[in-house]
Each structure stands twice: as C-alpha cells, then as structure tokens.
C-alpha cells in the first residue's frame, strides 16, 4: 500500500538506522540498499545534526514537522511520527510531503535566465527597426517570465499557514543580512522564539483554535517595526531577525523583552481567550560567531537554556553553552557506545530486615564511567538516555549483569531477591513483561526472587499497555513496588487497580519529621493501609541513627539508606553477605531455580 503512494515514506529504529522506505522514497534517494544503513552513509555532519535532533524528539514521543536539506540544494518538508516497533522499541515513521529546492538554486536559476534575458536583448536591438511590435512582445514575455519566476521563489519560501517566511525564506533573509553586515560595520541578531505549552492549547482546544493562536504571533511579530523578518521554522517555532546597530546587548535583550510583552498578550478567537507565552534564545552576529551555521546552532543552545529556566524565559547565548553543548554531545556519542559494547556496570544497595537487621535483598542500579569525563552522575546519563531512546536497551543491559553476578547469593539463599528499576517508557512499551521474562529464563532466575520498581506516574499518565505489562509480570511471580511512594502523588486507586506487592515510601518524609512531626501520622497510616492490601514497606533515605530507630519501631518491613549501606560494587557485597552468613541462624533455603 504504501509503495503505491507517490509521497516517499520511510521508518528508522531508536538508533537512526532505516528499517523500512517505499518506492517513492528510494526514487528520492537514488540508492535501493540503505536498509540497515543510518544518515551517515549519506549525508554530513551538519545535516545528521539536524535529522538525529528531531528524530529524537521523535523517538521521546512528540510528533515532529521540519524542513531537511536531503541533498545539494533540495530541502524536504517532513513530517515524523512516534511508533512502538514490534520489540518494544520506539521508532519513527516519516512522510515527505514536499521536496523544493533552495534559495541558491533559484538564484542559479535567476542567473540563467539573466544570461538568456541579455542574449534576447541583443535580438531584440537588431530587429528593432524592422519588428517594433515583435520587440514588444518579446519584452512581455520576459517580463511574464521574471515574474512567474519571482512568485515561485515567494510560495517556496513562505510558510503557508502564517504567511511568514519558512525554513527556506529564514535562510535566505540570514544570508542576506549577513552579506549586508559584511559589508559594513554593525551587528543584527537572531533570535528563536519557541511557544510555552503549544501542545496543551491544541489538546484543550483543538487545532484549529492552535493554528489561529499561530497566525495571531505571526501577526505581531510582524507588525514590530524594529524586526528585518519573521520566520516560522515549523511547529511552533519561530526566528526572528533584528538590526541592532549601536546597540548594546543589554539594549537588546530589553528590545526582545519589549516585543515577547507585545506579542504574548492574550489571544481571543472563536470567543475563547487563550493566554500564550513564549521562550526565547538570542545570539549576535558577527559578535559569537560568523559562521551562520553556528549561528542558528547558538540560538538553539539560548533557546534551550531559556525553556530550562521555565515559561517566559529570555535567554542570551554565552560561552559557556557552547562548553555545555560540546560536553553534551560527548556525553550522546559516548553513551551510544557504552550501551551499544555493555559498557554499564550496575552496583547494589542492600535492603535491611528492619527487625533482625539482615540484608534481605538489594536494589540493583546502573552506573556508567565515561573514558574521558570519568564518571557520570546517575541522573545525568539516565535522563539523556531516555531523550535518546536508549532507556531500555540501558535497563536490558543491567538486568543482564544483576542476573550474571547475583545469581550465587539467591542460589545459597543469601539474599531472598533483587529489584531493578523500571522507567515508565519500559513499563509502556509493548512486549516490556515478555522481554524481561525472556532475560530471567535465559538466567535460570525464578521470577519469585525479582521486584520491580515503578513510580506512580507510570501507570496514571499511560496507556492499557503499562497496566496488561504489570499483570503479566506479577502472574508470572514477579512482585511490583512503587517506588517514591508519598512524594507527590496520591492516587491511592492505584493500590486497588494494581497488583502492588511493595510500598518504597520516599526518603523526604523520613528525612524531614524533625521539622513537620505530622508526618508521623501519615506514616503510620501508611503501614496501616500496606498491611490491609497485603502488601509490605520498605523506608528510603535512613541516613541516621535516629531515623532508623524511628523506622523500627513505627512498624516498617525493611529499611534502606547509606547509614546502613551504600551502593557497593559486587566485591564488597559478597564480603558483608559472607560476614552476615557466618552466623547460623540467617541461613536461608534458596529462591532460586537451578538449571
């Protein structure tokens, strides 16, 4: 079906490789054999910048419209689209709507049509005398000509919803504002303006209602007399370029201040107000960089510092975000390979029987030491694998490890299981509870000896899929746990809708009953309403003594923190649970199944 369509459509795995692309699209490419290939086979690394960045918004679930250079002097317009792969991993499909060719194309063919203009004008000088009517006609043509040519290069580059420029006009207003700064002193400055919670307005109220919210900036971009031209790079993305000759950056970002306070007014249409709010990254030209792909880069790295900081936000390129984005990219490279060889390494932190005080199980989490930046905060390189859709194949790999290196400690019966940590994209992944079973057969590792934590959000902010993946598992044996229990969320509809076998109440109560003894209340109740669903309670964050003896006696099940242990590498593990099995009493009957 999709081969006979005449749009080129392909789809890409998380890790940018091409699975699948129509007729259409190998007409477009000129090569049959790129199943399997990435965008490196074809293109450079300024333009796989650009497709890996927005196929991993993509691959993070958002749906994205973009303009892409895919050859000299052809840009496409593109639509991506998020897809779940049969083994559970994201992936993208992309349809392109419209190929076009660049301003420099249509200034060549500007040129060449000039030269046929000069050639026709010296006929028309020798036949002047003879065919003035012909002459005349001859003009006419060429003047028909010219203009058809210039409304072509005018659709080409404006975007058609907004009437603004499009990716295609921006760049060729960049260009020609930089020639014109070239040639005598002054700056300008281009800034990228990226609308606050556009996904809401268009959820809440329709698109229909989001695309008028589009055109009503558009509008008031254009309308401030100090801006050269506005763009609409696609989605809700907008560039604006500003001269600002004499001007002083402070003078400018408070120009950019002036026109954010002008534009994001409150917008009514169809007798609905809309309140809208933007953030906005700037960068000055010729005073961070000449080069005007670094430029646009700049402004991106402004933007997003500016969307960081939250709504609203105005934000001006530095040094230092260069710094932080090269850091960055070393950072995605590095992962890549470290997930793609198994290069993450996984710790243990044991989990305490809060009334014999024996290790009962361990908490098993990833670690990852980068070859040149050394090691890697947990948060850090988590949260960019999950932007990079990598998260389960991390996960994978550290099950894997906990299975290979804790498999002696439940055959002897030293430990009764081991929890590893679930990411709400595992948990909504389809084929998520088949894969991780799959994993635990291959090991010989009894399901029984298995926890698996989640956060609360995972189930309340996602489909059917999370909850079918969670039944499955726990028919199996596998136990679940909710893990930050207490630290926000209250869905206590969540404890009866699933099979939750363990509550992790989260460290902050624990760690702040000094200052708010309430919380002693809440916390017993909690054990009380555990004890009533048949489930157990585990304490986070003990980092005292007195946070422990309180624990105790309130009535928690099991106790963790690095008062009682660390994450420990698997060397010091098996000497505190040798030092533990010395004595007689805490030897335990296996949980696991041998071969």
């Known amino acids: 079906m999709l081969d006979a369509l005449p749009l080129p459509v392909f789809a890409k795995a998380a890790d940018h490789t091409w699975i699948y692309g129509n007729q259409a699209f190998v007409t477009l490419i000129g090569i049959d054999d790129f199943i399997g290939r990435d965008d490196t086979s074809l293109f450079d690394e300024e333009q796989i910048d650009v497709f890996w960045r927005e196929d991993d918004l993509v691959f993070s679930g958002q749906t994205s419209t973009s303009f892409e250079e895919i050859g000299e002097g052809t840009f496409a317009l593109t639509r991506k689209f998020p897809i779940t792969l049969e083994d559970g991993k994201p992936g993208l499909i992309g349809v392109i ?22 050639t026709n004008n010296l006929l028309l000088s020798q036949l002047q005398s003879k065919a003035d009517g012909h002459a005349k006609q ?30 295609l006009g921006f760049q060729s207003d960049l260009q020609l504002l930089s020639k014109r700064y070239d040639e005598r002193s002054g700056s300008f400055t281009l800034a990228y303006i990226d609308l606050d919670d556009f996904k809401h307005i268009n959820d809440t109220f329709g698109h229909r209602m989001g695309d008028r919210v589009l055109c009503q900036v558009a509008d008031r971009l ?81 933007l997003m510092k500016a969307k960081k900081a939250g709504k609203g936000r105005i934000r001006i390129f530095e040094a230092s975000d260069h710094a932080d984005d090269l850091r960055l990219r070393q950072l995605e490279a590095g992962l890549r ?136 598992l726990s028919a199996a044996g596998i136990k679940i746990a909710l893990d930050d229990f207490g630290s926000g969320y209250a869905n206590y509809r969540t404890l009866l809708d699933l099979p939750v ?35 157990s309670t585990v304490c986070e964050g003990i980092a005292t003594e007195e946070e422990k003896i309180l624990a105790g006696t309130l009535g928690f099940d099991a106790l963790q923190g690095f ?13 505190a649970i040798q030092l533990q099995n010395e004595d007689p009493i805490l030897n335990r009957e296996p949980v696991r199944k041998t071969g």
Not at 359 to 385: C, K, M, N, Q, S
């Open 563 to 575: 008062l009682l242990s660390r994450p420990v590498s698997l060397a010091p593990l098996r000497k």
């Open 501 to 535: 076998n363990v509550l992790k109440v989260d460290r902050s109560l624990i760690n702040t009953i000094n200052e708010r003894p309430h919380l002693i209340d809440f916390l017993v109740s909690i054990i009380h309403m555990a004890k009533a669903l048949g489930a």
């Open 138 to 167: 001859y003009e006419k043509r060429l003047r028909d000509l010219e203009r058809d040519r210039e409304d072509a290069q005018s659709l080409a580059q404006t975007d058609p919803l907004t009437k603004v420029g499009n990716r």
């Open 97 to 118: 709507i419209e190929a076009v060719a660049s301003p420099e194309d249509l200034r060549k063919a500007r040129l060449e049509h000039k030269t046929a203009q000069e």
């Open 337 to 472: 390979t470290a997930i793609e060889h198994g290069k993450i390494s996984a710790v243990y932190q044991p989990i305490f029987d809060a009334r014999e005080g024996r290790i009962r199980g361990v908490e098993v989490l990833a670690r990852w030491t980068h070859p040149e930046l050394g090691p890697i905060l947990p948060d850090e390189f988590i949260l960019l694998a999950g932007r990079l859709g990598l998260l389960v194949h991390l996960d994978q790999i550290v099950l894997r490890r906990a299975c290979t290196e804790l498999a002696e400690f439940l055959d002897n019966g030293s430990i009764d299981y081991f929890s590893v940590n679930a990411s709400p994209s595992d948990v909504a992944s389809l084929g998520y509870a088949r894969n991780l079973l799959d994993i635990l057969e291959e090991y010989k590792i009894d399901p029984s000896a298995v926890l698996i934590e989640i956060i609360e959000t995972a189930v309340m902010d996602k489909s059917q899929t999370a909850r079918s993946n969670l039944e499955e």
């Open 222 to 302: 254009k309308a401030m007399g100090s801006i050269f031209s506005v763009s609409r790079l696609g989605g809700d993305e907008f560039a604006v370029l500003l001269e600002c000759a004499g001007q002083s950056t402070e003078q400018v970002e408070e120009q950019l201040q002036r026109m954010a306070d002008h534009v994001f007014r409150p917008i009514s249409e169809f007798k609905r107000d809309v309140d809208a709010s933007g953030s906005l990254g700037l960068t000055r030209y010729p005073f961070d960089t000449k080069n005007l792909s670094e430029l646009k880069h700049y402004a991106d790295l402004a």
